[in-house]
């Protein structure tokens, strides 16, 4: 299979951002994440839009000619320590503008400083709120990365278990689905993006003093009956390849009508290099599964 130009060159710039989760102090990767959000160039036409939402710091993706009544909830990865960055923006721009909906980015309170269920709370309080603007839930898609991956199912379970009507569909890339010392891990194995130092720092600290066998820390333990249709992507070169694996498999025995997409050599996260063709056929896959789940006309 030919490798394109653009992997080469990110494959080539992996081991610095591996060197960098190592040693940049988090409180400087955050100051500069927030000086590249400030910054980042969108596609022509896309508005970004500055929102609370029930004292929750979000930020609308608004694309030429949306539909207003339906809406992509969109939950970022970065390790549960990171906030929002110039490449989820990107990518929410390329979503909005391909399915001509728009997105609601949430920029939860990350860790150390606000341990589960921070983020987890942030989440289910932005749902609701567009629930009080006026979407409802079978015109709502909720997704998320990563971490953000994990807050996405975790928001499914905590709305169920509220008795709040869920979305009419999820999307979850590269999910951080369990916490749990027990979790389904490749022995061994070395993720050319995620070194082992940082993720076991980004899982303490979310977890705090919190049960990482809690359903909403470690969704794959959850009752998962009844939640929507699930699209899951992951790449074959990831740590996290066995937890969307076996997420997968446990909702499938559930009755969760679940697609599971594994991207050869991709790594995780890689939608967020839109110059990677592999980004936009998983990007417009998700689209297409978007438009495939929201109410029409």
Known sequence: ???????????????????????????????????????????????????????VSCEW??????????????IHGGGFVFGQTPLHLQMGSYLAKKKGFRILMVDYRTA???????????????????????????NMVIAGDSAGGNLT????????????????AAICL??????????????????????PKAIKFYAQAYLGNNDPHNPLISPVLGDLRGLPPMLIF?????????DAIHFAQLAETAGVDVRLEIYPRMW????????LPEA????DDMAEFCKDHLTAD
């Open 1 to 55: 299979m030919t490798i394109s130009s653009a992997e080469r060159r990110i494959r080539a710039g992996m081991p610095f951002v591996r060197f960098m989760q190592n040693i940049l102090p988090l409180s400087l990767s955050n100051r500069l994440n927030r000086i590249g959000v400030s910054r980042v160039q969108l596609d022509s036409g896309v508005v970004r839009e500055a929102v609370n939402a029930d004292c």
């Open 61 to 74: 993706i608004i694309p030429p000619n949306n539909r207003s009544d339906q809406v992509l909830l969109y």
């Open 112 to 138: 150390p400083d606000h341990p589960f269920p921070a983020a987890l709370d942030d989440c289910v309080t932005a749902y609701l709120w567009l629930t009080k603007q006026g979407f409802s839930a079978q």
């Open 153 to 168: 199912l975790s928001t499914l379970l905590k709305l169920r278990k509220d008795g709040h009507p869920l979305p009419s």
């Open 174 to 195: 590269s999910p951080v689905t369990d916490l749990t010392p027990e979790a389904h891990r490749r022995e061994g194995f070395q993720d050319i993006l995620l070194p």
């Open 234 to 242: 992951t790449g074959d070169e990831e740590i996290l390849r066995e």
């Open 268 to 275: 995780h996260v890689w939608q967020l290099f839109l110059s």
């Open 280 to 283: 936009t056929q998983s990007l």
